[in-house]
C-alpha cells in the first residue's frame, strides 16, 4: 500500500495527469507516423528507381510469373559415309510405363492398367520389345498394384522404336485394354547395327542439370571426337504466360532459332564396310583370339573406305560392351604393338636406297651373333634353308637377311624409321592417339627393328608407311573424314589427300612390289604361296608373324605371336592398301586372314571399276557448250 501512495505522490508532483499524458502519447504516435511515412516512401523511391528487393529483381520475379521460356532442341548431325549413306542419325525412342491407380479415368472410361490384365499386357510388351522379359514385367507390376503405387516404369523399356510403340498401341486396342503409356526421348539410331563400331562411336541421352533437358552426348569414337561439331547449339523461345500459367498466344517476346549440328561425310564406303563385318563375323567364329582386326585403304589417296575390328559391339542395342573380354580400345590408334615381319617391306625399301642391296647376292640364312645376343630364322629349328639370295629373304621372311641389310645401312636404317613416320603420331583425329616407341639406342635393339621387333608403332602408322611403298614413295597420311558439311551456314570443308613424306625412290617401291609378289606366288620361296589372290589382278603381299612383348620381356606360349599381312593390289599400280591382324589365336590357321581379304580385295576392285565406268560416262554425257 506504502508504494502505491508513493508513485501517485510523485506523479502528482509532476503534474502527470491523464489529459497531459494523452496529450503526449499523440504528439508521440504523429511524430512515430510521420517517420514512418517518409521511410516507407524512401524505401518505395529506392525500389522503383533500384528496382531491387533483397537483393531480388522485381523485373525478374515479375518476368518469372508471367513470362515462359521454352528450349528448342537443336537437331545432332548426321554420320554419313562416302556416298551420303546415313550411318548415325537423330531418333526419337520411348520408355514404357504402366498406370495402375484406378483414379486415372476419363468419366466412366478406365485409362489404368486393371489387374486382370497384367498378364496380356505383359505378354503384348514382350512379344513387341526382345530385351523385355515377360514373368519380370509380370512381377513389376503385381508388386506395384500391391503397394498401390500410382504407376510403375517397365524394366528394360528404356529405348522402344516408334514401330515398336506403335505395335503395342495397336495390340492394346485391339484386346480393348489400357494402361500403358509412353515417355518421349531424343535417341541416336545406328541402322547398320554393326558397322566400325569403335570408329562411329555412340551418343547417348544425357540429363542437363540447369535446363532438366535432355540432349545426346558422344560417348565413344568419333560421336565423342566430333561432339562439339555434330551436337550443334539449342535455341529458345520466350512467351507471356496467364494466371494459370498456360501460354497465351501471340506473345512470343523472343525467339533464338536452334542452330543444327554439322553432318560429317567419313571416307568409309557402306558397300565395303557391310561385306567386311560380314566377313569378320564369320571368320570370328572359326577362330578363338584376343582379337582381329582389319583395315582397306584406297592406296592414291590415304582415304579408310572399310576397318573393323573383334570383339565389336552393336551400337544400336550396345550388345557386346558389358561382354567379359570386350576391349574398348580403338585398336587402330590406341594399341602401342610390336608389328613383325611386315616392317621388313620397309626395310628392303630403305636399303635399295641406301645402294645396300644387291636382289641375287646370297647368304647363309638360320642365326646371327650380335654381341650377346643370338637373332634366329622363324624356321631355324624346322630345317632352314641352306642359302637365300636377298629377294628371297624379303618373301621367305628371313631375319638373319633384314639384320645383314640394317647392319651396311648403320645410322641410315634409324633415319628411315623416322621419315616413315614412326616415333610421332598421324594425327588421324581420333582421340587416345599413339604415337609409338622407337628402339633403345642400342646395337641389338637397331637390328631387331629390321625385322619388326623392339619398336612400338600403332597400325595407323604402319598404314602410313605402306603408303609411301605402294604410292611410289609419296607417304600419305591417314584419313577417316571426307568432309563436313555445315547446312546452316551452306558451308563445307572438304579433306583432301595429304602427303606427309617422301621417305623412299619411286624405284625402290617399284622394286619391293615386285618382291612381294614372290610371298604369294614363289612355291619354294613364298611364306604365303597362293593363299591371297584377286581375279585379274597380280597381288604384292608381305606376313608378319611376331612376338607379344609384355612387362619387358616377350610371351613365350606357344600360340603367343601377333599373326598379319599387308597386301596391295594391283601390283604395278595399287589402288587398295589392305591390312589385316590375328592377336594369338588359339591354333594357327592360315585360312583365317585369306577368308576376309580375297573376297573384300575382289570386291573392292570390282567397284572401283564400276564407279570408274559410271563417273567416265556421267563425264562424257555432260552438255558442253562450244562457241561459234
Given at each position: ?578 591390312y589385316l591382324t590375328l592377336d594369338r589365336p588359339d591354333q594357327e590357321d592360315t585360312d583365317v586372314l585369306p577368308s576376309i ?32
Amino acid at each position: 500500500m506504502r508504494m502505491i501512495e508513493k508513485i501517485r505522490q510523485y506523479f502528482k508532483k509532476k503534474n502527470l495527469s491523464t489529459r497531459n499524458n494523452r496529450k503526449k502519447v499523440g504528439i508521440i504516435l504523429f511524430a512515430t507516423s510521420i517517420g514512418l511515412f517518409f521511410l516507407f516512401v524512401a524505401r518505395l523511391s529506392y525500389i522503383v528507381v533500384v528496382g531491387d528487393v533483397a537483393g531480388e529483381s522485381l523485373e525478374t520475379q515479375t518476368k518469372n510469373l508471367y513470362q515462359g521460356s521454352e528450349v528448342v532442341k537443336a537437331k545432332r548431325g548426321t554420320i554419313y559415309d562416302r556416298n551420303g549413306e546415313a550411318i548415325a542419325e537423330d531418333a526419337t525412342s520411348y520408355s514404357l510405363y504402366a498406370v495402375l491407380s484406378e483414379n486415372y479415368r476419363n468419366g466412366d472410361e478406365k485409362l489404368y492398367a486393371e489387374q486382370k490384365n497384367f498378364e496380356k499386357l505383359a505378354e503384348i510388351i514382350s512379344d513387341t520389345v526382345e530385351d523385355v522379359d515377360e514373368d519380370d514385367t509380370l512381377d513389376v507390376l503385381e508388386e506395384g498394384a500391391e503397394e498401390d503405387r500410382y504407376q510403375v516404369d517397365i524394366p528394360n523399356a528404356k529405348s522402344i522404336s516408334l514401330q515398336q510403340r506403335e505395335e503395342i498401341e495397336s495390340e492394346m486396342e485391339d484386346q480393348d485394354i489400357a494402361g500403358l503409356y509412353f515417355t518421349e526421348h531424343p535417341s541416336r539410331i545406328y541402322p547398320n547395327g554393326v558397322f566400325s563400331s569403335h570408329f562411329i562411336g555412340y551418343a547417348d541421352v544425357q540429363n542437363e542439370e540447369d535446363t532438366d533437358q535432355e540432349s545426346l552426348v558422344g560417348r565413344m569414337g568419333i560421336e565423342k571426337d566430333y561432339d562439339d561439331i555434330l551436337k550443334g547449339k539449342d535455341g529458345r523461345i520466350i512467351y507471356q504466360k496467364d494466371n494459370y500459367q498456360n501460354p497465351l498466344p501471340g506473345t512470343v517476346a523472343e525467339s533464338q532459332a536452334a542452330v543444327d549440328g554439322q553432318d560429317i561425310y567419313t571416307t568409309l564406303d557402306s558397300r565395303l564396310q557391310s561385306y567386311l563385318e560380314t566377313l569378320m563375323d564369320q571368320a570370328w567364329e572359326d577362330v578363338n583370339a584376343q582379337d582381329m582386326t582389319a583395315v582397306l585403304m584406297d592406296a592414291e589417296s590415304g582415304e579408310i573406305v572399310s576397318m573393323s575390328q573383334r570383339p565389336t559391339f552393336n551400337p544400336e542395342t550396345k550388345r557386346g560392351i558389358n561382354d567379359e573380354d570386350f576391349v574398348w580400345s580403338n585398336l587402330f590408334v590406341e594399341d602401342n604393338y610390336e608389328p613383325g615381319s611386315t616392317m621388313k617391306i620397309m626395310t628392303v625399301a630403305s636399303a635399295i636406297d641406301n645402294g645396300v642391296f644387291d636382289p641375287d647376292e646370297t647368304y647363309e640364312p638360320g642365326e646371327i651373333d650380335l654381341l650377346d645376343t643370338t637373332i634366329r630364322d622363324w624356321d631355324y629349328q624346322r630345317g632352314a634353308k641352306p642359302s637365300l639370295t636377298m629377294r628371297q629373304a624379303l618373301s621367305w621372311s628371313s631375319n638373319v637377311g633384314m639384320v645383314k641389310l640394317e647392319q651396311r645401312m648403320k645410322e641410315g636404317w634409324q633415319r628411315s624409321l623416322q621419315e616413315f613416320g614412326f616415333g610421332r603420331s598421324t594425327h588421324s583425329g581420333l582421340s587416345g592417339e599413339k604415337s609409338g616407341t622407337l628402339p633403345e639406342d642400342n646395337v641389338v635393339s637397331h637390328a631387331m627393328t629390321s625385322f619388326g621387333q623392339a619398336i612400338g608403332v600403332t597400325q595407323f602408322q604402319m598404314l602410313q608407311a605402306f603408303s609411301a611403298i605402294a604410292n611410289d614413295g609419296e607417304m600419305l597420311k591417314p584419313q577417316v573424314i571426307d568432309k563436313i558439311v555445315d547446312e546452316a551456314n551452306n558451308d563445307q570443308t572438304v579433306t583432301e589427300p595429304e602427303v606427309v613424306g617422301h621417305p623412299v625412290s619411286e624405284e625402290a617401291t617399284e622394286d619391293v612390289r615386285e618382291y612381294m609378289r614372290d610371298t604369294v606366288e614363289s612355291e619354294e620361296y613364298g611364306t604365303a604361296y597362293d593363299q591371297y589372290r584377286v581375279p585379274n589382278e597380280n597381288v604384292s603381299a608381305k606376313t608378319g608373324t611376331a612376338q607379344i612383348s609384355q612387362d619387358g620381356s616377350y610371351l613365350n606360349g606357344q600360340g603367343d605371336y601377333l599373326h598379319s599381312v599387308v597386301l596391295m593390289t594391283p601390283s604395278e599400280d595399287p589402288q587398295y592398301v589392305m591390312y589385316l591382324t590375328l592377336d594369338r589365336p588359339d591354333q594357327e590357321d592360315t585360312d583365317v586372314l585369306p577368308s576376309i581379304a580375297n573376297p573384300l580385295l575382289e570386291q573392292a576392285m570390282d567397284l572401283h571399276d564400276v564407279d570408274e565406268t559410271e563417273g567416265n560416262e556421267e563425264t562424257s554425257n555432260e552438255e558442253v557448250e562450244v562457241e561459234d
